[in-house]
């Protein structure tokens, strides 16, 4: 994924550019980078590594370092950014949140008709803002580049430009799938992925640019270059499992979706299997546990937090390379409160349920401390499709997610032709799906919450949500 703030103010905005940035870094755990205008110095640019320090801390000298009333931050999940572009439409930083599927494509594009060239990276790959900057920059004007860039791009892009003037672009990519929201204070505005970041610098809310809209900003004013369009598919995945709990998309808060959607769940429960005998209802640590919240509410089971995660000193548990690595870590964090587990019956929400390898470390986990039962319930529906607009499962294949490879071993690839069947709990494909992955990591029961269910407890309309992983509809 990846995160974005910018700000063009009467004043030097650099401290307001650095701290919206870092209060991104829940979404990305790559790169760092910020850029800013100055009208003496002209652009600047720093990108740092973030994988095993947090921005704040690479970042901790940029007041030292570069000034500005206007800036750009981003945090990369991806490729280094903001770029530094020179092209006919004048030298500008750029930053993109998204993913390009069609590179190769794009790239013979470039060559063929625009004569471009690239700064290669290891194994030639190239840098995908770059290549994004070269469609944007075979136009005459940055509108009608950026409209193109998003055209042919098959993937996201969400993008966000500071001029060699000061100005900021900000465009939400074309099907809205991820947010931009503006923020305005008596010394300008800003631009922000998340609309918490710039209210706790005080800034208010401005609104937040409609599906394929592109704006410019200065310190005095917001012009619209580019009309939204109707037709919107912002991620369902941000109320689930991206958003930070103070975050609000389309109106929505993101603490308050996760405990209506736990709500949901358990009246789920009750109707499709009836009163399940608990001692504690429980999250999974650290997006499962409002879910989690709702649920116990809804049931009246209580609520405990049976494992805390321990995490001054160890890196998030995706980061190493290989899966052992990840698995080791992940256990390593979770620390046992034995007088909410030991001989009790525990039902745990976790957001969501893809490949299940550090799950099943969690249950051995729980299971060595004394827990009687397991049960598990996922805040999503199954994942049958790996997400190919953002990335989230991080999934190289359809193969890697639980559910496929199930399904596989129930009826081979010809299963896959029932996917929905599988997705359904009343089915007797459902029924056979969620025992076998029972049996995998000893759950004493698994439910998921069903399509229909989280689009409730997200509250807007359905046909406004991407939810290609659960049912395969673009």
Request: with cysteine; proline share 4%; hydrophobic share 35%.
């Amino acid at each position: 994924m990846g995160g974005y703030f910018g700000a063009t103010l009467k004043t030097q905005c650099i401290a307001d550019v650095f701290f919206g940035t870092d209060y991104h870094s829940h979404l990305g755990t790559r790169r760092g980078g910020m850029a800013a205008y100055d009208g003496t110095i002209g652009l600047q640019r720093a990108i740092h590594n973030i994988e095993n320090s947090p921005f704040r801390t690479k970042f901790e000298n940029i007041f030292n370092e570069m000034k500005g009333t206007s800036a750009i931050g981003c945090i990369s999940d991806s490729d280094p950014q903001p770029m530094l572009i020179r092209s006919h439409l004048g030298t500008y930083a750029i930053c993109m949140v998204g993913i390009i599927n069609n590179i190769p494509e794009l790239l013979e594009l470039c060559f063929e008709r625009f004569g471009c060239h690239f700064d290669a990276m290891t194994g030639g790959n190239v840098n995908s803002v770059e290549l994004a900057a070269a469609l944007i920059n075979s136009k005459t004007d940055f509108a009608e580049g950026i409209r193109y860039a998003q055209q042919m791009i098959k993937g996201t892009a969400a993008i966000v430009i500071l001029r060699d003037d000061g100005s900021i672009i900000a465009a939400r990519d074309f099907y809205g799938r991820l947010p931009i929201h503006i923020g305005k204070k008596e010394e300008g505005y800003c631009v922000s992925f998340e609309s918490f970041a710039y209210r706790k610098l005080g800034y208010e809310d401005d609104g937040e640019l409609g599906p394929g809209e592109i704006s410019v900003l200065t310190p005095y004013s917001r012009t619209q270059l580019t009309a939204p369009q109707k037709e919107m598919r912002i991620c369902s995945f941000l109320w689930s499992y991206y958003g930070y709990p103070t975050s609000d998309y389309e109106g929505v808060n993101v603490e308050a979706m996760r405990c209506r959607n736990g709500e949901i769940m358990a009246d789920n429960d009750n109707e499709l299997n009836g009163e399940i005998a608990l001692d504690y209802v429980c999250g999974v640590p650290d997006s499962g546990t409002p879910h989690a919240i709702g649920y116990a509410n809804r049931s009246h089971f209580p609520f405990a937090r049976a494992f805390i995660k321990y995490t001054p000193t160890w890196p998030r548990s995706f980061l190493p390379s290989s899966q052992q690595e990840r698995d080791k870590v992940a256990k390593m964090k979770q620390v046992p409160v034995r007088d909410f587990i030991d001989g009790k019956r525990l039902l745990f929400v976790d957001d969501s349920i893809v490949r299940g390898t550090q799950l099943r470390e969690t249950v051995e986990f729980l299971y060595e401390n004394g827990a009687k039962e397991v049960h598990m319930r996922s805040a999503c529906p199954p994942i049958m499709y790996g997400c190919k607009f953002l990335n989230f499962t991080r999934a190289t294949s359809d193969l890697e997610l639980i559910t496929r490879r199930v399904i596989i071993e129930l009826e081979g690839e010809q299963g896959f032709d029932h996917l929905d069947e599988y997705s359904d709990p009343s089915s007797e494909r459902g029924r056979k799906m969620r025992r076998a992955i029972c049996e995998k990591f000893h759950f004493a029961s698994l439910e998921f919450q069903s399509l229909e269910g989280i689009k409730k407890a997200i509250g807007i309309d359905g046909c406004k949500l991407c939810t290609y992983c659960w049912n395969g509809k673009e």
